[in-house]
């Protein structure tokens, strides 16, 4: 029998305008963030550090280098009184190598599955679009088992590059999706798909909200030698 995962919460990302647009959510949904990929890091970073405080999280991290900040992450943990010890970080080099990784999530009993950037590996032509069906497959076994589920996607590469990538399977595959854009005063967020509520709507989450600015390089705040 499946382990069964935490009940619905209101507090997914810890930012309260971006929760208040999408929740509750409940375990088995997956939520997906996509579009300016400075904006969706950073939101990444606030997810991180609030699924740390239900428990155990596994975030597969698509990328070659760079992509997280732990000096940020830390940070967000402790302003949040999250738990570090709670955060597993998965690394994925190449295409095929992600949805292993996300079955190995379920495995190791964590409540959220975090994926950063599943199809950064993307082929550049429709036709050979059907390799991206099995990092989506994974990502519905994975909301199968009664998991937080959360993706933080680009932009497709092909079009004009106004849909999250993946494809229509992985379109219809995800129960929520958030664009995010930047704005004169924070991000924009349009929410663009819900299973329980009507769409398209668009809501400004402030600077304030996001505690850092958007120009964060990594360093660290006087705060932390303290």
């Known amino acids: 029998m499946a382990r069964r995962g935490p009940g619905a919460v209101k507090k997914l990302t810890g930012i309260p305008s971006l929760d208040y647009l999408v929740g509750p959510v ?12 400075q904006g969706v890091r950073l939101v990444l970073h ?40 709670n955060i597993l970080v998965a690394r994925a080099f190449r295409l095929q190598d992600v ?11 964590s409540h959220t599955i975090i994926v950063s950037n599943p199809y950064l ?8 679009y059907d390799k991206l069906t099995h990092i989506t497959a994974a ?5 199968l088992h009664e998991r937080y589920v959360l993706v933080f996607n680009q932009s497709t590469k092909m079009g004009k590059g106004k849909s999250p990538e993946g494809g ?16 004169t005063r924070g991000l924009y967020a ?26 964060w390089g990594g360093q660290r705040h006087l705060l932390e030698y303290l």
């Open 121 to 128: 590996y993307a082929p550049r032509s429709w036709t050979s």
């Open 168 to 183: 229509q399977f992985h379109h219809h595959t995800v129960h929520i999706i958030i664009r995010l854009v930047p704005g």
């Open 46 to 85: 606030h997810t991180i550090a609030e699924a740390s405080k239900r428990g155990p999280v596994t975030v597969v991290h698509v990328q070659e280098f760079g992509g997280l900040d732990p000096y940020l992450l830390r940070r967000l943990v402790k302003f949040r009184r999250g738990y570090e010890n």
């Open 26 to 37: 409940k375990p088995g949904w997956i939520v997906e963030f996509y579009g300016w990929m």
């Open 139 to 143: 990502l519905r076994e994975a909301s």
């Open 99 to 109: 949805p292993g990784l996300i079955r190995e999530a379920v495995s190791t009993g």
């Open 190 to 215: 349009t929410l663009l798909k819900h299973v329980a509520r009507p769409v398209p709507r668009t809501i400004t989450v402030p600077a304030s909200e996001l505690e850092v600015g958007f120009r």
